[in-house]
């Protein structure tokens, strides 16, 4: 597996429940701040799900992904909204409130 990759599940795996953060702030702390789009591969290749909370990682306007690795915007949604995050209708969640960026 690509240490990159590692890398980002690493961090995700520190996103509690209940909050969210993005592809870019990942690529951030990784000191890659421009690999936003290879933080999504990874988390495409989850090779862990239910262990690596990918479900936790939105886009920069707190927007669902259109194609989450396990069963789409919808599943995301159900998996955010059982740990207490609001998803609005059009499949955003508010970053003001429930924002993680404490690496």
Request: hydrophobic share 40%.
């Amino acid at each position: 597996m690509d240490g990159f990759f590692k890398s980002v599940y690493a961090i995700v795996k520190k996103i509690p429940s209940g909050k969210v953060t993005t592809y870019g702030i990942i690529a951030k702390h990784l000191g890659r701040p421009k690999a936003g789009r290879y933080v999504g591969y990874a988390l495409h290749a989850n090779p862990e799900f239910g262990k690596i909370p990918c479900h936790r990682v939105v886009d920069r306007k707190g927007s669902l992904s259109n194609s989450f690795a396990f069963g789409g915007k919808e599943m995301q949604k159900a998996l955010l909204e059982k740990e207490g995050v609001e998803v609005s209708k059009d499949f955003k969640v508010d970053l003001e409130r429930f924002l993680f960026d404490e690496f």
